[in-house]
């Protein structure tokens, strides 16, 4: 299994970023996927999941400012951020859902990534 982020960047508070995931390994379309994100010295956090068939969950914090998506054909997924706010600093991680307890409970997720950062300054 292999998920590559890119995306990350610094912005202030208010823009967008659109992360984007490159996954392989594995077959994608038969996996729900998630973001999470990990702000240094505290632990990580669930951010959003999509199941294969788009179905997507937002943690909420994130709610009604950000969008996951997918591209099956690509073996992509996106997390669209809007109206970022500082509290949004942090490095973000793609993982692949396990499938054993649910889309939103992070420890069902596994990260092959690097994550890419994002920077929110006020």
């Known amino acids: 299994v292999q998920l590559a982020e890119s995306g990350g960047g610094s912005v202030q508070a208010g823009g967008s970023l659109r992360l984007s995931c490159k996954a392989s390994?594995?077959?994608?379309?038969?996996?729900?996927m998630g973001w999470a994100r990990q702000v240094p010295g505290e632990g990580l956090k669930w951010v959003s999941g999509?199941?294969?068939?788009?179905?997507?969950y937002y943690a909420d914090a994130v709610k009604g400012r950000f969008i996951i998506s997918r591209d099956n054909a690509k073996n992509m997924v996106y997390l669209q951020m809007n109206n970022l706010k500082p509290e949004d600093t942090a490095v973000y991680y793609c993982?692949?859902?396990?499938?054993?307890?649910?889309?939103?409970?992070?420890?069902?997720?596994?990260?092959w990534g690097q994550g890419t950062q994002v920077t929110v300054s006020a």
């Open positions: 993982q692949k859902w396990m499938g054993r307890v649910g889309l939103l409970v992070l420890e069902d997720y596994e990260s």
């Open positions: 390994g594995f077959t994608f379309s038969n996996s729900a």
């Open positions: 999509v199941y294969r068939d788009g179905g997507a």
